[in-house]
């Protein structure tokens, strides 16, 4: 299947069509540039290290935050020749190797086997050797974006990137602690999630040259959504829908909106020592528990009204495609098919 553009989109998930379908004919082309431009700034040699980091890009995922930064971009990013199109580029790969480059750190530290059904690198090729690739990915992000000339666009993805590591402190600082409260969460989902949706749109806004304040409103909303249904699909979904086992959270001591919830309702919960959970039978037990409560629902009830709230925020006078695209995008999150 291909768009009138040329671009193939055989490789695009089915959920993510109708958002290349509303957001207008230039984007799947300009995925399809991201795409290339992608795999030859993670693997711009031949030797193991490249191979290395190309197998990582090339195992995919939705390209959900280059596709965020395309479409704010709007129509300015159409012309093939234009200095708009090259940042955009620019803009989705350096967050798509910077979401990578942090997955590969996660596996590291939380020692996860499996991503998206696949074997890690940390299982494949041991702690040192994707903590290294994670730091390539990372390093590729930003010379990709340095590329542009524009300090902006750096101290975005700069500010992005300490935030995810924010993020990941306050997670490891909560581990297996009963004390967590919902805002401390938010707080976590913000810089876990939600601080790089933030930078694709300001990175997309900063390519059309638009204020991006709206849009990081937006984006940052849906994005700590994504992850409220992350943990959600956690307790609920099947190994494979998500690609890992269920109650993977529990088994690494993180306590999410869900459990948090589900410990106010039930009694025996709330004295539960998330350490004693040390087996996968365990945690799923566990999560039928969490899931019995109506935590999931009341999990999934305030991520629809965070992106309510992100919908809100768009400017007024958005173009058409624009709001109709990105309402879609809010919309897969809630629906979780994104």
Known sequence: MSTANGASQDRVPAAVLPILAAAGDHVPA???DVEA???????P??????AAALDTVAAGGKR??????????????????GPARAAVVRAGVAVELTHTATLLHDDVLDAGLLRRGRPTAFARDGRAAA????????????GTLAGGGDARALRVLARASRELAQGELLQRADAWSADVDEERYLRRCHLKTGALFEASARLGALAAGEEDEAFARFASAIGVAFQLFDDVLDVVAPPEQTGKPRGTDLLDGTVTLPMLVARERDPELRALDV???TTAEQAADVCDRIAATGATDVTE???RALVADGVAALPDGLDEARRTALGLVARGVVDRRL
């Open 37 to 43: 431009a992608l795999r030859t700034a993670a693997a």
């Open 64 to 81: 959900l935050r280059p596709l965020l930064a395309i479409v704010v971009g709007g129509p300015d990013v159409a012309d093939p020749d």
């Open 131 to 142: 903590t290294c690739l994670g730091d390539v990915l990372f390093a590729a992000a930003f």
């Open 275 to 277: 350490r004693t959970i």
């Open 301 to 303: 009830e305030r991520a």
């Open 30 to 32: 300009v995925l399809a």
């Open 45 to 50: 040699g031949s030797g193991p290290l490249d």
